[in-house]
């Protein structure tokens, strides 16, 4: 035996995979932007008039982030995301709106007890890192 691992494939995983992919993403972002519509203090927040093409960069983004296709990237370069929403006051209170739309997007996926604190951590950090406007 020479350890010679020709013709063996080795498939690397990431939390991507893990989660399900793009269905599972899309589904949170979807249920997240559902919130999002009906939010008195987020809404402005979003000026496009179809929510869609913001959910549809947030799933890139996120797909991204956990391991998945670099389409976010080849179409718009690094995230930048402290810039990207410098125009707009993110407060604590609407860092934490933000939030109890993203658990309701979690909620809605049926993620084991480790991948949603997983994720959840990433995105409660997150939502603290984008405040740049003091209550």
């Known amino acids: 035996m020479t350890g010679d691992n020709s013709g063996v494939t080795e498939q690397v995983s990431s939390f991507f995979n893990e989660i399900g992919g793009e269905p599972t ?76 739309h993203f658990r309701a997007g979690l909620d809605e996926v049926a993620l084991t007890e480790e991948q949603d604190a997983k994720f959840w951590e990433y995105v409660t950090h997150a939502a603290q890192f984008m405040i740049n406007t003091p209550a």
């Not at 999002?36 to 402005?44: E, I, N, Q």
């Not at 996120?62 to 389409?71: D, S």
């Not at 976010?72 to 125009?87: D, F, I, K």
Request: hydrophobic share 40%; no cysteine.
């Open 25 to 100: 993403i899309r589904a949170i972002v979807d249920r997240f932007y559902a919130g999002v519509a009906d939010d008195p203090l987020l809404r402005p927040m979003y000026p496009e008039e179809d929510l869609a093409p913001a959910a549809d960069r947030f799933s890139l983004f996120l797909m991204q982030y956990w391991g998945g296709p670099t389409t976010y990237s080849e179409r718009r370069g690094h995230p930048r995301l402290r810039m990207r929403h410098a125009p707009y006051a993110v407060t604590p209170e609407a860092a934490e709106r933000w939030l109890v």
